[in-house]
């Protein structure tokens, strides 16, 4: 039988259709202490987990999101590999609209496919505006994982020094000034109510991720 796609599942969720929360690989249901009565999947004895990257550009997203998939084994998923290539180079062109249309459906594609095996995902975008984060908040829905938004907490002037620093001494892919710009102006840090934390580059990531991360996987829920 051909695989739902996750953008029909989530209308079909909407319009009021039953649908086990449970992908097959899936071991047990549980309820997770912060939401009572709310059912969500572990496997392996963890419970899945959607992390969602909010930041500037240059603010740490890709860092923080290799750390998570080496320590805990959660599955990076980034958006920047499905247009980028692999370039190095400084190219000053702004990424055209269909260029990101089609990045995203490739990601947003791979989030879905992941949590359908049952593994966690953190996905790194910049997330700027709420309206993102949401859509990416329905595919997770549609498998009954939790969500998190980790909010890279780094101020304007420090990612575009970051920029600047990488044209001399090249890390990673440019980022032209305008997207950038684009990105900053429109910077809708989360809200109260997305169910976010904070990390700031200042505290070892190591640590972080032991504090606050482990908790989150564990199936007792977040003491």
């Known amino acids: 039988m051909a695989k739902v796609p996750w953008f029909a599942r989530a209308a079909s969720l909407r319009n009021g259709e039953r649908r086990s929360v449970c992908p097959p690989l899936i071991a047990a249901r549980i309820c997770w202490s912060n939401n009572p009565g709310k059912s969500f999947p572990v496997r392996n004895g963890e419970m899945q987990h959607l992390f969602l990257l909010c930041g500037l550009p240059f603010s740490g997203k890709s860092t923080l999101g290799r750390a998570l998939q080496e320590r ?6 980034e958006v920047d590999r499905h247009h980028l ?8 062109r702004p990424v055209e609209l269909a260029e990101w249309i089609a990045a995203y459906r490739a990601a947003y594609q ?3 496919d992941t949590l359908d095996t049952g593994k966690s995902v953190v996905f790194d975008a910049v997330s700027y505006r709420r309206s993102h984060r949401e859509r990416v908040r329905r595919i997770a829905a549609t498998h009954g994982v939790p969500v998190t938004i980790i909010y890279l907490d780094v101020p304007e002037e420090q990612a575009r020094a970051r920029l600047v ?11 032209p000034d305008i997207d950038f710009d684009e990105v900053a102006r429109g910077m809708q840090p989360p809200e109260d109510d997305e169910r976010f934390t904070r990390y700031r ?12 991360v482990v908790p989150m996987l564990s199936p007792f829920g977040v003491r």
């Open 110 to 112: 791979l989030v879905d």
């Open 72 to 77: 805990l084994g959660i599955v990076h998923v």
């Open 201 to 212: 580059p200042d505290e070892p990531v190591t640590a972080w991720i032991d504090r606050l």
């Open 165 to 175: 620093a990488n044209r001399s001494s090249p890390y990673r892919v440019n980022v």
């Open 85 to 92: 290539d692999g370039r190095t180079d400084f190219d000053e």
